[in-house]
């Protein structure tokens, strides 16, 4: 079956997110059309271009998440040199690396730009912290003078996981379409982690439904669980930084979690590690993915079409008793008179 899949942010525990994968491809689910925010952006990158949970896996392990976090001369200047780096660029950390590591990974599969994926195909959420608006790129890059077939697929995963503070912001010019040619930018606009508006955002395919039952279900994969009786570490500005954007992504959207969207949404417990915790290990990081198998395969082993339709079903009708829900031929159904025609439960893996 295919499904639209929406990945939440969650800095170091994306591994986690890539174990639900793992689950779902195992119970034969493919994937429609794909988004995520900040470590989301990136698996959901990735599975638009081709690769899979097992694939995503070996890359995750065999990398070394310090080199996200690599200094430059700015950390060598005694005493004052993050503080330096924090008035100057913005941030503590280049997202230079992340960007190139994206990059390097989409290009082994001939993507560069969104132009190489199918239309549709990936979105991916970031925040415009100059205009105080949720950009979805590709398409609002338009926004800015762009076209966004052309812009590059890893800039657009950098700017959805550059962590205020933590990682420089990425500096967007306008350009005027009439102007292009000549190359001349104007106005510039600051974006961030697409986390800080929305983290989990499970609605961006909620927008584009126009018939109750779906034909393609829209499920999310969302990290859950902070790591208990740890209190982060501060001795000075940055280790509050740190904690301060560590607490803020990990506590987004885990409070509460809207009742329509419980029943499709798989719940990753990711307690063993903080957000922004570089130093992860090899063990830590499979401890993610097997959770995130575990919770895939409880999910996935008593997920139904069939329920899920319903579960819409009730949605629309509690929003708006009234609403004309509109099916096969334009005539309004509900998904009560469609049971028999979903399909069964999905196999259990072996």
Avoid: C
């Amino acid at each position: 079956m295919r499904v639209n899949a929406v990945f939440q942010g969650g800095g170091v525990k994306g591994i986690g997110l890539v174990g639900g994968i793992y689950a779902a491809e195992r119970r034969g689910i493919t994937f429609h059309q794909v988004a995520g925010t900040s470590v989301g952006a990136v698996v959901a990158a990735f599975l638009a271009a081709g690769y899979s949970a097992d694939e995503m896996k070996n890359i995750i392990l065999n990398t070394n998440f310090r080199r996200f976090i690599s200094k430059d001369w700015f950390h060598y200047l005694n005493g004052f040199g993050q503080v330096v780096r924090l008035f100057v660029k913005k941030g503590l950390y280049s997202g230079d690396p992340l960007e190139e590591w994206v990059s390097e990974h989409l290009k082994a599969r001939g993507i560069r730009t969104f132009g190489d994926l199918e239309a549709n195909k990936l979105r991916v959420v970031a925040s415009d912290i100059s205009q105080g608006k949720m950009l979805v790129l590709p398409e609002d890059i338009s926004n800015y003078g762009r076209d966004p077939s052309d812009f590059p697929v890893a800039r657009a995963v950098r700017m959805s996981a550059a962590l205020p503070y933590f990682f420089d912001p990425v500096i967007l010019k306008h350009r005027n379409p009439k102007e292009r040619g000549r190359g001349i930018e104007k106005e510039s606009y600051y974006i961030v982690d697409g986390g800080i508006l929305s983290n989990y955002p499970l609605w961006i395919f909620d927008k584009e439904l126009n018939e109750i039952p779906p034909k393609v279900p829209t499920l999310g994969f969302q990290l859950v669980g902070k790591k208990p009786d740890q209190p982060y570490p501060i001795n000075g500005p940055v280790s509050m930084f740190n904690a301060l954007f560590s607490t803020m992504m990990g506590a987004h959207d885990e409070r509460y979690i809207e009742k329509h969207n419980r029943f499709r949404t798989v719940k990753i417990p990711s307690h063993m590690v903080h957000t922004t915790e570089f130093s992860i290990t090899h063990e830590q990081m499979m401890e993610l993915f097997d959770s995130g198998v575990r919770a895939g395969g409880e999910f996935f082993d008593r997920w139904t079409y069939s329920g899920y339709s319903l579960e819409m079903d009730k949605w629309i009708h509690t929003i708006n008793p009234k609403a004309a829900v509109t099916g096969k031929g334009g005539k309004g159904y509900t998904v009560r008179e469609e049971m028999k025609t979903h399909e069964p439960p999905l196999p259990k893996a072996e």
